[in-house]
């Protein structure tokens, strides 16, 4: 097991010490500990199942918990802690709005839980909309909006009201791939205006792209944590490098083999593969040495490792779903 | 009273369906008004079941029962001899024999005996005259209560004997009639219908999983919400039954304005209101899904009213089945209704039954109310 990496400094903005929560003998979450630091965009990271959605419920005060401490702007989360709830925006992993209402009402009423003030109220909910690009959508009820439109709605509902620290629950699942990229784009502008972002997603690549730090969990746990090129360099793998259409005999396979980085070639039918260690110049290295005996060359492809080969490493089976 | 103003929104949009509601319910309470009607007036119009009468009591009551029965039926006097009666009954000669015994009205009026009678067995038309015989003792026994004494409960049975036929036989004069006792009659329907449906449907809005889960991370206390959501939901019903009584003083102008009892209809109603309410509230946070809650709301709606007499008059109504109604508020709207009905002008005991009936189901609608508070904490705290 690989232990996670820069707990030093002070406790960030949300900070959770060993929580357990059981759903009657199922440990849906054991003893996790997490600590994200203002002006973060957060990764929870893991397969379905591995308890995201049961730690999100968690810190919002949805669900009592078993064991562990939650605290918040460093104060402990209670269902009754309105001065932390204030600040804290949520987007759930199912859509949460009222049929009833159109677009425009939706994003007033929720922002409207927050922000009193009409006027400024009014400001707040155009600019949501502005933000999500539902602009020409104002008067529609969400069920005339598609899949992705009711996310973006969904979103605008949960951040109206600017709020410090914002927990998204897989907003992206069972998207359209534009709506998508609109969402990760808005996370991240987010972001810049100063919010804390906590996200979760069993998608390895949108927490790669738009996460600071990342938390893998499995089994309820948190199995590793760090930036992105922290987590991948705890494993051994650095570079995957396949060159296609090459003919080698036994001698140079062995001369491969042998640079330095290199800890492990296969090759077979015309194709060869390589892993490296974390190292510069791994690719220029090995196209040298098939220079230098004149070998021929096809194709050339180099892989940075991925979130999945951490998982992969750690766990022994694959993220994806 | 950001929760109070999305109840209003949603209320709003669900405005077609309100009146979708309101409209079938109104027209079905028409429609039993005057099936009912129709039926009442049959009985009295039914003749024919021959019916021997042994009369051992000379008093005015026993008189007024004769009376009241051969206004109806056939009647023979008999003598109080067994080979008579099996003579009488064997040959066909009588349907139906009463035994008026001595002293009916100590018997049977102030200690509650029952009256006895014979019939053929698994005689049809028996029923009817049983049903006649008790709507008479129990219209008796309220006068009885109400301090009467015989002479003058017989009288006024007399008087209510008139009124009736007149009913009966008078349907072209409708603007000066007592028509407005269906109206009120058929209210806890309508109301437990719409309200059922339409509380229930807008709780439901509110009680989705994850809107809910967004509004219990909302800085908005729990509470809070819960309170400004009945606020609303408590005008919304306030505004029907406005709708309602406005309803009755147009289509039954001074004819039921001009009585002497409007105020205690009025009473009665809004006793009626806050009972449903707490039963709406109720429906729509126990039941699991908007299906369930259809259901829920046509048993409850239908039940009450047909075991609280609503549509079944109280008048005949066994006494087993009146005594599981006491435990609806249906009953004691019905019980008061009924009252209001006999008592054109109010005796000090007739008053007091109808402010206990009304108290009784604001006591009912406080329990609902407190059950499905705790319904909701529970549900609350599940997750
Ligand atoms: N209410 C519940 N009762 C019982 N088990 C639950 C409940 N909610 C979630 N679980 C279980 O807890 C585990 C974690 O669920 P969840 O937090 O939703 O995972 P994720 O969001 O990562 O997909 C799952 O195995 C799920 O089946
Ligand atoms: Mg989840």
Redesign the interface.
């Known amino acids: 097991m690989i232990k996670t990496v820069d707990h030093a400094g002070a406790e960030g903005l949300v900070h959770i010490e060993n929580l357990v929560k059981r759903y009657g003998s199922f440990v849906a979450l054991d003893h996790l500990n997490l600590d994200v630091k203002e002006g973060e965009i957060f990764g929870l990271l893991g397969p379905n199942g591995s308890g995201k959605t049961t730690a999100i419920n968690c810190m919002l005060a949805l669900l009592k918990y078993d064991k562990g401490m939650i605290r918040i702007f460093g104060q402990e989360m209670a269902p009754d802690n309105y001065q932390v709830k204030k600040d804290m925006g949520i987007v759930l992993q199912n859509v949460a709005v009222f049929d009833e209402l159109t677009v425009y009402e939706n994003i007033d009423y929720f922002c409207g839980l927050y922000v009193k003030n009409k006027i400024r109220r009014k400001e707040l909910v155009d600019e949501a909309i502005r933000f999500v690009g539902l602009e020409e959508h104002r008067k529609m009820r969400p069920r005339k909006l598609s899949g992705g439109l009711l996310r973006r709605l969904n979103i605008a509902c949960g951040i109206a009201h600017r709020p410090k620290l914002i927990f998204m629950d897989e907003p992206t699942v069972a998207v359209d791939p534009q709506s998508r990229n609109r969402i990760l784009e808005g996370i991240m502008e987010l972001n810049r205006q100063g919010s804390t972002i906590i996200y979760t997603s069993h998608y390895m690549e949108e927490v790669e792209q738009i996460c600071t730090r990342i938390a893998i969990m499995d089994h309820g746990r948190c199995i590793a944590s760090g930036t992105k090129e922290q987590l991948t360099g705890m494993i051994k793998t650095g570079e995957k490098i396949t060159i296609e259409g090459v003919a080698l005999d036994e001698e140079q396979l062995r001369k491969i083999r042998g640079l330095p980085h290199v800890f492990q070639a296969d090759y077979e039918n015309g194709i060869l593969r390589l892993q490296c260690t974390e190292a510069k110049h791994n690719l220029v290295r090995v196209l040298h040495c098939l220079e230098e005996q004149e070998i021929h060359f096809g194709r050339v492809f180099s892989e940075q490792p991925t979130l999945n080969d951490v998982f992969l490493h750690i766990t022994g089976t694959q993220l994806r779903d | 009273m950001?929760?109070f103003?999305?109840y209003i929104?949603?209320i709003k949009?669900?405005r077609l369906m309100i009146c979708f509601y309101l409209a079938i319910f109104f027209a079905f309470s028409i429609l039993f008004q005057t099936t009912a009607k129709s039926a009442d007036t049959e009985m009295y119009q039914m003749r024919g079941v021959r019916i021997g009468v042994i009369n051992n009591d000379d008093g005015a009551l026993a008189e007024a029962l004769v009376r009241y029965l051969s206004g109806i039926h056939q009647i023979t006097e008999l003598d109080d001899e067994i080979s008579v009666l099996q003579e009488k009954l064997y040959y066909r000669a009588a349907d139906y024999i009463v035994r008026i015994p001595e002293d009916f009205y100590e018997k049977c009026i102030s200690e509650g005996k029952e009256l006895e009678v014979t019939m053929i067995p698994g005689s049809y038309t028996g029923i009817y005259v049983d049903q006649q015989i008790n709507s008479f003792l129990n219209n008796a026994a309220v006068y009885q209560k109400a301090g009467f004494t015989e002479e003058e409960t017989a009288d006024a049975m007399k008087n209510r004997e008139n009124v009736r036929v007149e009913l009966a036989d008078d349907k072209s004069v409708a603007g000066d009639n007592k028509d407005y006792i269906y109206y009120f009659r058929y209210m806890p329907y309508l109301y437990l219908a719409v309200f059922g449906f339409v509380l229930g449907d807008i709780l439901w809005?509110f009680q989705?999983?994850?809107?809910n889960?967004?509004?219990?991370?909302?800085?908005?206390?729990?509470r809070r919400q819960k309170l400004e959501g009945m606020l609303c939901m408590s005008l919304f019903g306030v505004g029907i039954w406005v709708l309602l009584i406005l309803g009755a003083a147009v289509c039954y102008g001074k004819s039921w304005t001009g009585s002497a009892n409007v105020g205690y209809y009025i009473l009665n109603t809004l006793a009626l209101l806050f009972c449903t309410l707490s039963v709406a509230f109720l429906a729509g946070t126990i039941s699991p899904n908007r299906d369930a809650l259809t259901g829920i709301v046509n048993i409850l709606s239908l039940g009450m009213c047909f075991l609280g007499g609503t549509f079944v008059s109280l008048d005949v109504m066994s006494g087993s089945i009146k005594k599981i109604s006491q435990f609806l508020p249906v009953y004691w709207y019905e019980k008061a209704n009924d009252i209001l009905t006999d008592f054109s002008v109010m005796t000090e005991t007739a008053r007091n039954q109808v402010f206990q009936a009304v108290g009784i189901q604001i006591v009912f609608g406080a329990a609902f109310f407190c059950l499905a508070v705790t319904a909701a904490r529970y549900k609350q705290?599940e997750?």
């Open positions: 950001t929760v103003r999305g929104k949603v949009s669900n809005s989705k999983k994850e809107l889960r967004r509004m219990m991370a909302s800085p908005v206390p729990l705290t997750g």
